[in-house]
C-alpha cells in the first residue's frame, strides 16, 4: 500500500481537481469514494468517470490516475490503451490534470524567459540547477526565443538541500534571470532568502510523478522525461500541432 500513501500525500498536499461524476451512477460513485477513503483523504473529492471498459471506471485524484471496478474492490494502476485507434487514454486525461496544475500555480510563480518577438509557443520545464542536462537544455535558450518559444521555468530541487538552496537563492536575487544564466553556467550564487514558491514548485514536481529533470510539458500538457535539443522540441510542437 506504499503506492497508495503517497497518492494520499500528494492528493492531501496539492489537490485541485473538483469533483466529476455527472455520468456515473451515484452508488458506483459511493462504492469507489469509500473504498479510497482509507487511503485517501481527498477521495472525497475525486473525479470519476466511465471507460470504454464495462464495469472499469477512471479515478482522478490529485496528479494521480486509476482505474477500479463499480464495487470499488479492485484497484488498476496503469495506462489505459485503446490499440485500434492507437490513443493512451490515461495519458490524454493526464495532460489536462497537468495542464490544470500548472495552471493553478501561475506563471507568477514560475522564473519565465519570453521569446525575442511574439510568444508562439509555451513550454514549462521542471528543472534543478545542478543538472547537467538542465544546464544544456538552458544554453540553448537563445535558439527557443528565437523561434517565439516562452520558457516557463519550475524549481523541482532532487539533488537535496544544495539544490533546494540555490533555487531559494536564484529566486530571491536583484535578477533572477541573470543569476539562473550564472548558475546553469557553474557559477556560485550568493545565498539569499525571502518569501518565494519553491515549496510549491516542488510539491507541484512530486504531485505529477516526474522523476528526473529536466521534465518538459507542452502547452496541450503532454510531457516529455528528459532533454530533447531545442530544434527537437521545436519540431514536436509544430507536428502537435501547437
Not at 30 to 38: G, M, P, T, Y
Not at 79 to 100: A, I, Q, Y
Not at 202 to 213: A, D, E, H, P, V
Given at each position: ?61 490529485g496528479g494521480n490516475i486509476l482505474y477500479m471496478s ?5 484497484m488498476i494502476n496503469g495506462n489505459l490503451f485503446d ?134 510539458m507542452y502547452e496541450n500538457g503532454q510531457m516529455n ?18
Amino acid at each position: 500500500m506504499n503506492f497508495l500513501k503517497n497518492i494520499a500525500f500528494i492528493a492531501f498536499a496539492l489537490f485541485a481537481s473538483v469533483a466529476s461524476a455527472s455520468n456515473v451512477n451515484e452508488k458506483v460513485v459511493k462504492n469507489i469514494r469509500d473504498a479510497l477513503s482509507s487511503y485517501l483523504p481527498a477521495a472525497a473529492h475525486a473525479s470519476i468517470k466511465t471507460t470504454p471498459l464495462n464495469g472499469i471506471y477512471e479515478v482522478a485524484v490529485g496528479g494521480n490516475i486509476l482505474y477500479m471496478s463499480e464495487d470499488g474492490r479492485y484497484m488498476i494502476n496503469g495506462n489505459l490503451f485503446d490499440l485500434s485507434n492507437h490513443r493512451d487514454l490515461t495519458e490524454e486525461t493526464m495532460s489536462g490534470v497537468r495542464k490544470n496544475l500548472v495552471s493553478e500555480l501561475g506563471e507568477k510563480n514560475m522564473l519565465v524567459y519570453m521569446p525575442d518577438g511574439d510568444v508562439k509557443h509555451t513550454i514549462t520545464v521542471f528543472t534543478d540547477i545542478y543538472c547537467p542536462y538542465c544546464r544544456r537544455l538552458h544554453s540553448e535558450m537563445d535558439e527557443y526565443k528565437k523561434a517565439g518559444v516562452k520558457v516557463r521555468y519550475v524549481f523541482l530541487p532532487f539533488k537535496g538541500k544544495r539544490s533546494y538552496d540555490a533555487s531559494v537563492s536564484v529566486w530571491c536575487s536583484d535578477n533572477p534571470q541573470q543569476s539562473l544564466d550564472k548558475a546553469n553556467a557553474g557559477e556560485d550564487i550568493p545565498p539569499k532568502t525571502c518569501d518565494n514558491p519553491v515549496s510549491k514548485q516542488k510539491t507541484l514536481g512530486n504531485s505529477l510523478s516526474i522523476r528526473g529533470t529536466p521534465a518538459i510539458m507542452y502547452e496541450n500538457g503532454q510531457m516529455n522525461p528528459g532533454y530533447l535539443p531545442a530544434q527537437q522540441v521545436i519540431k514536436k510542437m509544430l507536428s502537435m500541432g501547437l
